[in-house]
T-cell receptor, first 114, second 114 residues
Framework: QKEVEQDPGPLSVPEGAIVSLNCTYS??????FMWYRQYSRKGPELLMY????GNKEDGRFTAQVDKSSKYISLFIRDSQPSDSATYLC??????????????FGTGTRLTIIP | DGGITQSPKYLFRKEGQNVTLSCEQN?????MYWYRQDPGQGLRLIYY???????QKGDIAEGYSVSREKKESFPLTVTSAQKNPTAFYLC?????????????FGPGTRLTVL
């Protein structure tokens, strides 16, 4: 079993819809959670970073963490064609020298249909 | 412009050849990373370096080598011992500011074995 599970999609939704992307994890030591967006043939870029259970909002994006269920989500409101990309979740158990290795999900490929 | 550059963008290798992928950053980050990305497998860590003249193996280091002679540079050599080197290679660096563990990625190098 992988430490982080993420549905690879592909996921297609109409423009303006709310998108929900999810990851589950098995390692209860994970404490810090990130969402990256990766356009085709490009490097990933950080979208959201959170370390506590609950919601964190940034513009049209909301990251949600439920540590008791080992489940994280990324919601995109008012989705735009420019949101079409692969979304990767990533997590880390602790910060500090020698503990900076991220564990990534496989990524979900999202297409927003105009 | 601060950022991470990788070169070349596309690289072709014949069987039995060693090739070196370049990664340079001008963000003044101490930590740098190399990942490999394959379809359906997410990002897997090859090597990472916390400081100059020091580096550690990641999860899939076999067939790869690195050096860290300068803070700005972290080249990756794909040796002939790597049995399946065709992949998308991503370099990243991490800002040292607490509490974030943000890793910033370069644009990637796509390596194809002929």
């Amino acid at each position: 079993q992988k430490e982080v599970e993420q549905d690879p999609g592909p996921l297609s939704v109409p423009e303006g819809a709310i998108v929900s992307l999810n990851c589950t994890y098995s390692n209860s030591a994970f404490q810090y959670f990130m969402w990256y967006r990766q356009y085709s043939r490009k490097g990933p870029e950080l979208l959201m970073y959170t370390y506590s259970s609950g919601n964190k909002e940034d513009g049209r994006f909301t990251a949600q963490v439920d540590k008791s269920s080992k489940y994280i989500s990324l919601f995109i409101r008012d989705s735009q064609p420019s949101d079409s990309a692969t979304y990767l979740c990533a997590m880390i158990s602790q910060r500090g020298f020698g503990n900076e290795k991220l564990t990534f999900g496989t990524g979900t490929r999202l297409t927003i249909i105009p | 412009d601060g950022g991470i550059t990788q070169s070349p963008k596309y690289l072709f290798r014949k069987e039995g050849q060693n090739v070196t992928l370049s990664c340079e950053q001008n963000l003044n980050h101490d930590a740098m990373y190399w990942y490999r990305q394959d379809p359906g497998q997410g990002l897997r860590l090859i090597y990472y370096s916390q400081i100059v003249n020091d580096f550690q193996k990641g999860d899939i280091a076999e067939g790869y080598s690195v050096s860290r002679e300068k803070k700005e540079s972290f080249p990756l050599t794909v040796t002939s011992a790597q049995k399946n080197p065709t992949a998308f290679y991503l370099c990243a660096s991490r800002e040292d500011r607490v509490p974030t563990d943000t890793q910033y990625f370069g644009p990637g190098t796509r390596l194809t074995v002929l």
